[in-house]
């Protein structure tokens, strides 16, 4: 960031501040959100973090999320913070569309925007804009930011538990490429400050329902696989969610399944939406195989070179043969 003692400065006085993340959040989001939330309020300032909508049960248990301000459900005072804030963080996005409909509550405020994010090819709207796709997740990039604030003393045991959460969800639990070495020196730091990491990873990962282990079976029976593309894609249909009592965040890392697979570079799930007439996509690779490109260039979205998100407004089948069809003209996977 390039004009960090300007904003250095500006915190040095009690403001109004607002967070917000992007439309379905996940660990990640949620974790940068309410770190930066309760630092900020232990440096005076009057923070309300904003999120579009839910998030995942499996996320239900981090400290303070109950004070997260729902946009979806508290428009109205979603409005007022967002028009008095002098001050505006978005976390773990880059493009307002990706906030959905808050993105519209942006237009008339007064505020200056702070970015800080980890994906590719940001859109110019923060006056200050950390943003580092190198990084495996905003929550790491939440603890540089202290550091950088110098102050990294406020970090306590539910601050760091916050940011644990998302380096741990963000990077697979400690194992996409991105996770380095500095990524393991501030969790020695959080886990010093008071982060209990088993128990972190206990209350968010063995937590499943039986229905949802029977819907993971269900998408399991559903993965095809092109081994001349080295390729698996699954599909779960309405149908399937409904009878297995989904609930959000149910489907959260059976796209995994598919890059678990061996030989597999590229796994793809596509579940039909239950409030919204779409086809929501996540994309996974490992490798060079740019996943961001391909859901930016076919299916509206992006993310990640090897992690990427994406929409289609076709019915299912249709979906499932128009990616075929730009699967097949992906030359790079073959062989
Ligand atoms: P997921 O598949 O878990 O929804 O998303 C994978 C990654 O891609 C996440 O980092 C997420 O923020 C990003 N992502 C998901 N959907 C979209 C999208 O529609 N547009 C962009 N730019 N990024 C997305
Ligand atoms: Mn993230």
Not at 23 to 44: F, I, Y
Request: charged share 25%; with cysteine; aromatic share 8%.
């Amino acid at each position: 960031m390039e004009n960090l003692a300007e904003l250095k400065a500006l915190l040095q006085t009690p403001r109004k501040i607002c967070i917000i993340t992007h439309k379905n959040p996940d660990g990640d989001a949620v974790g940068s959100s309410l770190a930066l939330q309760l630092a900020l309020q232990k440096m005076n300032h009057q923070v309300t973090a904003i999120v579009p909508n839910d998030f995942p049960i499996f996320l239900k248990w981090i400290p303070h999320q109950e004070e997260l301000l729902r946009f979806d459900k508290n428009k109205d005072e979603s409005q007022s913070a967002i028009n008095s804030a002098e001050l505006i963080f978005t976390l773990d996005f880059n493009d307002l569309s990706r906030c959905g409909d808050v993105a519209e509550a942006l237009q008339n405020m007064n505020a200056d925007f702070v970015m800080i994010d980890h994906h590719q090819q940001p859109a110019d709207y923060a006056k200050f804009m950390y943003s580092d796709d190198k990084m495996g997740s905003t929550c790491e990039m939440i603890y540089h930011f202290l550091e950088k604030m110098d102050a990294i003393n406020l970090i306590d045991k539910d601050i760091a538990t916050c940011i644990y959460v998302g380096i741990m969800t963000d990077t697979g639990s400690f194992r996409f490429p991105a996770t380095t070495n500095t990524t393991h020196q501030v969790v020695s730091k959080l886990i010093e400050a008071g982060a209990d990491n088993s128990a972190i990873h206990q209350q968010t990962f063995d937590v499943n329902s039986y229905q949802r282990m029977q819907l993971l079976g269900v998408a399991l029976k559903n993965m095809t696989l092109i081994p001349e593309y080295k390729t698996a894609y699954i599909h779960l249909s309405k149908e399937e969610l409904e009878a297995h009592n989904y609930k959000k965040g149910d489907t959260e890392g059976f796209v995994n399944y598919g890059l678990s697979l061996e030989n597999v570079v590229f796994a793809v799930i596509f579940i039909e939406s239950l409030d919204e007439d779409l086809i929501k996509i996540s994309f996974r690779s490992k490798g060079n195989f740019d996943v961001n490109q391909f859901a930016r260039k076919h299916f509206e979205g992006g993310g990640h070179k090897n992690a990427a998100g994406g929409r289609s407004m076709k019915n299912l089948t249709d979906t499932l043969s128009y990616f075929k069809e730009k699967l097949s003209l992906q030359e790079d996977l073959k062989g």
